[in-house]
């Protein structure tokens, strides 16, 4: 059985009709990157720990 080299529980998904919210949505994930509040958010919500602990089981 091949081993999983990573995993992604967030699936975002827009109408081809509509490129404008898709536009819309990448500026925003881009602004809370540069202002921080992606990183804040994470944190507040232990993702981070949740993805280290993920990440260490996959290297076992």
């Known amino acids: 059985m091949p081993k999983v080299l990573s995993e992604n529980k967030l699936h975002v998904a827009f109408s081809k009709d ?3 919210l898709t536009e ?3 500026k ?3 602004k809370m990157q540069k202002d921080g509040s992606m990183l804040q958010l994470m944190l507040e919500h232990d993702f981070l720990l949740r993805l280290n602990l993920h990440n260490n089981d ?3």
């Open 18 to 20: 509509n490129e404008s």
């Open 24 to 26: 819309v949505f990448n």
């Open 28 to 30: 925003k994930l881009e």
């Open 58 to 60: 996959m290297s076992n």
